[in-house]
């Protein structure tokens, strides 16, 4: 059994175990219908529970297919209908109870404090799906992805994040980028650049990682160009402050244009006004196959936390 917190804190191995699974199973999903299981159902008889402090539409209803097509089940919990979500019981015996009935427990909540104490009093893996400091699902999932469409190592490529670089995706990124030792360039402004903690990372990088101050300087030359929405979900910040400090930071074709020809862009989803419209929308976006991917990838994710990865 094996908890999935932060990209941090797992071996470079089962990362790489956790994608070549994914790549495995997603080809041989072609002629199944979306509910179909997988042949093998490797989770047959195991429920998944899950519960979002925060909203979401595509790390839930990912994990919902997920779980299914492994062969098992799920039940999304409502923060609010529990005990301890009115303050009437503790994460303690929350995670206890949660333990005897589930068989994994994913949430998303706005307290990393809250997913260590559940991972304390829990005997069953404990998945991030999203907390202030890290969103590793969806950054693992986005590796995936990169590599699947340059059909490269994602360690021969070039990244390029642009924007606010003092966020979950951030730091997951980061970590992601040091496991995996692939260069990144960052764009963001000195008030929203990696945490200290992060930046002492990055020093010890070898100038693998670099941050600038101007978008233009950092997206010479990237594969990959990403950026986050400026406002996260129940970001406690003064929104108009930080939207003008963001502004010289918006991926825009004149950007797009500074990276190499073939470069794709990514986005987590949802969006705000960091991307014009045009690169959205436009032909180096792959927003849409990232997004669907994250299916895919949590299914191996789930292999890896009930120990079943081949
Ligand atoms: N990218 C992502 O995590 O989307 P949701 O917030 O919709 O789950
Ligand atoms: N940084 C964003 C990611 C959304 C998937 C947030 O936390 O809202």
Redesign the pocket.
Known sequence: MKHFLHIRDIPIKDLKKIISDAINRKSKRNKLNILDPDKDMPLKGKILLQMFEKSSLRTRLSFYLAIKQLGGGSLTLRPEELHSGTGGESIADTSKILSTYGNAFMLRTDSDKKLDEFKKYSNIPIING?SPSS?PT?VLSDIFTIQELKRKSISKLKLCWIGDAN???MNSLIEACVKFTVSLNIACPKSYQPNKTLISVIKKQKGKIKIFYKKELAVKNSDVVMT??II??N?KVNKKKKLKSLKNFKVDLKTMNLAKNDAIFLH???RGNEVSEDVFLGKKSKVWQQALNRVHVQKSILLYCFGKLR
Request: proline letters at 7%.
């Open positions: 999203l969103h969806q966020n979950n995706m986050d929405k996260s979900i970001d987590c989803l949802p």
